[in-house]
């Protein structure tokens, strides 16, 4: 699949704003905590996605009913769906100036039932000149997504006989249609019968 980039200029996947907050206190404090002991920007990006991965739980995972979705809250509150993860990454990427991307996929239950968005980042790492989709919605038994910029390892292959798709637009800030419902959502439980099934 070839990614195409919603924004032409490579500058606007580094900026902030009120959801990839990168220049907030705890965001930049984790950042330099993750980079420190690194020596390039692909041990900080590995250690930035590990660190969202395995110390940021999924909230149905753990069964969490909360809803964030700023990147500085996501760290704070150590919460959060695909998406709202996918925001802490691509805020401690674009905190150290690494290009980061929103994309999504479309899912579906094993009988093609109940669609969802899911949430992941893409990252352009300097001195690569594509692109490299990761997934750090968090592993779990089934589930063993790991950083690699040549083969994906994501967490979920998509199943076309099941309506399921890879989208592929790297958005520069995230999809309008994720940020409404989890904006809207008071709770988890709140929050999947108006979050997106397709995008």
């Known amino acids: 699949m070839e990614l195409i980039q919603h924004h032409p200029q490579l500058a606007a996947y580094l900026a902030a704003d009120d959801v990839v907050d990168h ?3 705890l965001v930049r404090e984790t950042a330099v905590r993750l980079a420190s002991g ?15 991965r395995d110390e940021i739980p ?15 809250d996501v760290l704070a509150e150590r919460t959060g769906i695909c ?21 999504y996929q479309r899912l ?8 969802v968005v899911h949430g992941l ?12 989709r990761i997934d750090a919605r968090g592993n779990k038994p089934g589930v063993d997504a790991r950083f690699s910029l040549d083969e994906e390892r994501l967490a979920w292959k998509v199943r076309p006989e099941f309506n399921e798709v890879d989208y592929p ?7 309008a249609a994720v ?15 108006i979050y997106p099934t397709e995008l």
């Open 58 to 72: 999924h909230s149905q995972d753990s069964g969490d009913l909360r809803v964030t979705w700023r990147a500085s």
């Open 179 to 193: 940020m409404e419902a989890l904006k809207a959502a008071p709770d988890r439980p709140s929050l999947w019968p």
């Open 23 to 25: 220049r907030h206190p």
């Open 121 to 132: 980042v893409a990252v352009r790492l300097p001195g690569r000149d594509a692109w490299a």
């Open 169 to 175: 637009v790297l958005y520069d800030v995230p999809h």
């Open 38 to 52: 690194v020596t390039d920007a692909y041990s900080y990006a590995k250690a930035a996605y590990e660190f969202v």
């Open 108 to 115: 579906a239950d094993d009988d093609g039932n109940n669609p």
């Open 83 to 103: 998406c709202a993860k996918s925001h802490a990454l691509a805020a401690l990427l674009r905190a150290e100036a690494i290009p980061a991307a929103f994309c």
